[in-house]
T-cell receptor, first 117, second 118 residues
Framework: AQKITQTQPGMFVQEKEAVTLDCTYD???????LFWYKQPSSGEMIFLIY??????QNATEGRYSLNFQKARKSANLVISASQLGDSAMYFC??????????????FGRGTSLIVHP | DSGVTQTPKHLITATGQRVTLRCSPR?????VYWYQQSLDQGLQFLIQ???????AKGNILERFSAQQFPDLHSELNLSSLELGDSALYFC?????????????????FGAGSRLTVL
C-alpha cells in the first residue's frame, strides 16, 4: 500500500507567488516524521523541512513552511515568494520505524514544480 | 557539496556485467542508506547499514549486495545486470540509526551514480 501520496504530477507558478504542493500519508504509528526534499535537474536530493508528529506548531524554514493537518493526514509544502531556482522535483517522505530501532524514509512519487518568470 | 561522496557519477555497461558503486558518508555519520531512483518505480529503498552492520532491507534484488566497511564507506554491488537496472543510485547518510532527540534523523544524500545498462 502506498504510504505517501503526491497527487500533483506537475505544478506551475508565477515568480514571486506562493505555491502549495500536496502530500498525504498513511500510517497507524502515533510517532512519525514527515520530510520534504527538493531534486533540481542536476539530480541531487536536498533536504528542505521536517515535521514531527508530536510537534505542536507547523515547521518553517525560510520560505518553506509545512502545513501539517494531522487529522487529515496531510503535510503540504508551502513555498512563499517563488523564485526561478525553485523549479525542481519535490518529494514528500515519511519516517518509517522498523523493528530493531531502524528508521527508513519512504518517498512519494514527487511533484514537478516549474516557476515562470 | 552535501558531504556525501558517490563514485562513479556515471557508468555505462552491458547486460550481464557487474559493477560496484561506492559511497563515503558525511563525516560523523554512522548510518548509510542506498536508494534506487527510476522513472517507473520512483525512489526505492534498497538497504541500510549502521556502523558496519546491516540494519534494514528494502526492495533489494538478490543480484545486488552491499556492505559497510570499518572506515564507514559503503559499496553497492550490482551483478548480472539487466536493462531494467538502469537507474540513478543514491547513497545517503545520517548520524544515527534511530531518530535523534528532535525526531528528525535527516538523511543527507550524495549526488548519485547514474547507471546505464545497454
Amino acid at each position: 500500500a502506498q504510504k505517501i501520496t503526491q497527487t500533483q504530477p506537475g505544478m506551475f507558478v508565477q515568480e514571486k507567488e506562493a505555491v502549495t504542493l500536496d502530500c498525504t500519508y498513511d500510517t497507524s504509528d502515533p510517532s512519525y516524521g514527515l520530510f520534504w526534499y527538493k531534486q533540481p535537474s542536476s539530480g541531487e536530493m536536498i533536504f528542505l523541512i521536517y515535521q514531527g508528529s508530536y510537534d505542536q506548531q507547523n515547521a518553517t524554514e525560510g520560505r518553506y513552511s509545512l502545513n501539517f493537518q494531522k487529522a487529515r493526514k496531510s503535510a503540504n509544502l508551502v513555498i512563499s515568494a517563488s523564485q526561478l531556482g525553485d523549479s525542481a522535483m519535490y518529494f514528500c517522505a515519511m519516517r518509517e520505524d522498523r523493528s530493531g530501532g531502524s528508521y527508513i524514509p519512504t518517498f512519494g512519487r514527487g511533484t514537478s514544480l516549474i516557476v515562470h518568470p | 557539496d552535501s558531504g556525501v561522496t558517490q563514485t562513479p557519477k556515471h557508468l555505462i555497461t552491458a547486460t550481464g556485467q557487474r559493477v560496484t558503486l561506492r559511497c563515503s558518508p558525511r563525516s560523523g555519520d554512522l548510518s548509510v542508506y542506498w536508494y534506487q531512483q527510476s522513472l517507473d518505480q520512483g525512489l526505492q529503498f534498497l538497504i541500510q547499514y549502521y556502523n558496519g552492520e546491516e540494519r534494514a532491507k528494502g526492495n533489494i534484488l538478490e543480484r545486488f549486495s552491499a556492505q559497510q566497511f570499518p572506515d564507514l564507506h559503503s559499496e553497492l554491488n550490482l551483478s548480472s545486470l539487466e536493462l531494467g537496472d538502469s537507474a540513478l543510485y543514491f547513497c545517503a547518510s545520517s548520524v544515527a540509526s534511530v531518530a535523534d532527540s528532535s525526531g528528525a534523523n535527516v538523511l543527507t544524500f550524495g549526488a548519485g551514480s547514474r547507471l546505464t545498462v545497454l
